[in-house]
């Protein structure tokens, strides 16, 4: 299974040529591809409502790696290639990252850079709890060991549901993941308060970096 994320920056003029194509552009991929979503995404490394970076755009495409998005309006783009190694819950009722086949073998951290998907459609009466609590995640996850790049992203540019997020290596995910004190704490409140009303959780190695890594804010330091 061959998945790519591509991630490209415009000019503020061409905010809404960019608005346009995630429109008018999403049935013809469709048809293309196994599997596409559309995205807006974050500021820098933020997420959360409010925080949207409309001079920045995203799509994961699930299929042929020749089939991308037009990127109206691009100035500059990054294309990763993926491969799934575990996936939980749903995207839009399906489960994209499943191709049915033989569970991957465990990930261990000379395995190379892991891409992280969080993905969820929150409760409306949720949403304000849920918000407030990954605040303090957002601080936290630029300082974090082992971290290349992360910003927010939703199928709208308002209200993300999600996060993309590279790391050097598995271990530095699972240091993240269960050891830092704000995102563990939101990972116990989501199985107690049920903010989502469906969910999808999954990484992947990373096979491929592309293009401009300035667009998805790639840092080079250890």
Do not use: N
Request: glycine content about 10%; proline content about 7%; some cysteine.
């Amino acid at each position: 299974m061959t998945v790519r994320l591509h991630v490209w920056r415009v000019r503020k003029r061409a905010v809404p040529l960019a608005f346009w194509g995630m429109a008018a552009d999403r049935r013809a991929l469709r048809r293309r591809a196994e599997f596409v979503k559309l995205l807006g995404t974050g500021k820098g490394s933020d997420f959360g409502a409010g925080k949207a970076d409309l001079t920045r755009w995203a799509a994961i495409v699930v299929g042929d790696p020749s089939v991308a998005p037009p990127m109206r309006g691009a100035t500059a783009s990054c294309a990763v290639t993926l491969e799934p190694i575990a996936s939980r819950g749903t995207w839009a009722g399906r489960a994209p990252f499943d191709d049915g086949g033989d569970a991957a073998p465990p990930v261990h951290a000379k395995d190379g850079m892991i891409a992280v998907l969080t993905r969820a459609r929150l409760r409306p009466r949720k949403a304000p709890a849920f918000w407030k609590a990954i605040d303090p995640v957002s601080r936290a996850l630029p300082g974090a060991d082992g971290m290349i790049c992360a910003f927010g992203v939703g199928e709208a540019p308002v209200g993300f549901q999600g996060t993309i997020s590279l790391w050097r290596s598995a271990a530095d995910v699972v240091r993240f993941a269960y050891r830092q004190p704000e995102h563990a704490a939101v990972v116990d409140r989501t199985a107690r308060e049920g903010w989502y009303a469906e969910e999808l959780f999954a990484r992947f190695r990373v096979l491929d970096v592309t293009g401009d890594r300035e667009v998805i804010g790639w840092r080079d330091r250890p």
